[in-house]
């Protein structure tokens, strides 16, 4: 496997990889949130305890943190944006952090402040599992100015072992935040080319039939994508293929079908879908294109095989177009084959429409 970096992707292939990382840990996320919240709610029972009665001093500092716990809960049920959700989930920890300075200002013993700080860095370990290194490094850095501002109000006996506590603990868990993404890049990019390998013809880098999986429902055979758009379908077979491998060899042969797929993947739309089908026979599935124009493509592609050099010998396509409108795709294959089948009865090197009449 060929080493590859995060810094190399484009901005669209980063943001893939971290919205892929921060789905993977969504749920993990949410719940560490989750348990922050009810940690920091049960303080109050300590409060009291220091208090030595029911602690109305600090009710309301405790008890706030559950509005933006409330906002974050539904906005993570509609939101998917990894930039929205990470950002989010630290303004969260940050809310708690400050919630938590509050409450000491109004506690009469502050002696548990490094203790919590101990706490507050074993949440932002468990944060930084979904976010990208950056966040969790900026994140993270911000906790320092926490400190910083609620000194002026608290007034810290013991502010210069704060910041001596955190600091080591934001380059370890900093460097254990980088190591971690790097690890899930290796895993992302292992899967990822797994993936690509499942739905691509090795020989000719096309699409094979496990792309139909994406966007069709086997059960019923419809297109769970497209809804609403008339499909072409071109099927599209080498003439006298058995004869090049024969007479070249297969090697030649294979040649010939990467040739052909490198014509077809370069003549038709991006939103087209090239596919292996078997041996010589390609398919082409055309979302939003009508017969009429899925037969002006299908010739020109019939022209472009005819007058190109493949370096073997001449070759010629036979091309079966069909439509599809709704039902099974099947039915639409099978018309295209038809199709197929009668303009190699009748001279191949032609482009034959299917007629249902």
């Known amino acids: ?6 810094k190399n992707l ?3 292939e980063q943001f893939k990889f971290f919205q892929s990382k921060y789905d993977y840990y969504k749920s993990f996320n949410t719940r560490m949130i989750t ?50 959700m990470v950002t989010a989930s630290y303004l969260m920890i940050h809310i708690i952090i400050w919630c938590t300075d509050w409450a000491t200002y109004l506690l009469p013993d502050r002696q548990f402040a490094i ?10 370990v468990c944060a930084g599992f979904s976010a990208p290194f950056g966040y969790s490094l900026l994140a993270h ?16 006996e013991n502010v210069e072992m704060m910041y001596l506590f955190n600091l080591p603990c934001i380059f370890a868990v900093s460097a254990m935040h980088n190591m971690m993404q790097k690890v899930y890049f290796e895993h992302y990019f292992a899967k990822d080319q797994l993936r690509q390998l499942a739905v691509h013809d090795q020989l000719t880098e096309v699409y094979n039939r496990n792309k139909l999986k994406e966007f069709i429902n086997f059960e019923t055979g419809e297109f ?42 370069n003549m038709v739309r991006e939103t087209d879908y090239v596919i292996r089908w078997g041996g010589e026979e390609f398919l082409i599935i055309m979302p939003g294109c009508s017969v009429e124009n899925a037969a002006r493509i299908a010739e020109k592609l ?3 095989v005819e007058t190109s050099d493949n370096g073997v010998c001449n070759s010629t396509i036979s091309i079966g177009v069909s439509q599809y409108t709704d039902g099974d795709y099947s039915v639409a294959v099978k018309n295209a084959d038809i199709a197929l089948y009668e303009a190699k009865n009748t001279g191949r090197n032609k482009v034959v429409v299917h007629n249902e009449d």
Not at 46 to 71: K, N, Q
Not at 115 to 124: E, S, V
């Open 115 to 124: 203790p919590g700080m101990i706490i507050m860095n074993l949440i932002f």
């Open 141 to 156: 850095m911000f906790l320092l100015a926490d400190i910083a501002v609620a000194d002026i109000f608290i007034q810290y």
């Open 302 to 304: 019939r022209e472009k």
């Open 1 to 6: 496997m060929n080493k590859i970096s995060l």
């Open 35 to 84: 348990v922050s919240v009810l940690a920091y709610l049960s303080f109050f029972v300590t409060d009291c305890s220091i208090f030595g009665h029911f602690a109305f001093e600090t009710l309301l500092s405790r008890a706030i943190v559950i509005v933006p716990f409330v906002i974050y809960l539904i906005l993570s049920k509609k939101v998917s944006d990894y930039r929205v």
């Open 10 to 12: 484009s901005r669209e």
């Open 224 to 265: 769970t994508k497209f809804s609403g758009l008339n499909i072409g379908f071109l099927l599209i077979d080498i003439d006298f293929f058995k004869k090049v491998n024969d007479k070249f060899g297969h090697e030649s042969g294979d040649k010939v079908l990467v040739w052909l797929a490198d014509i077809l993947k």
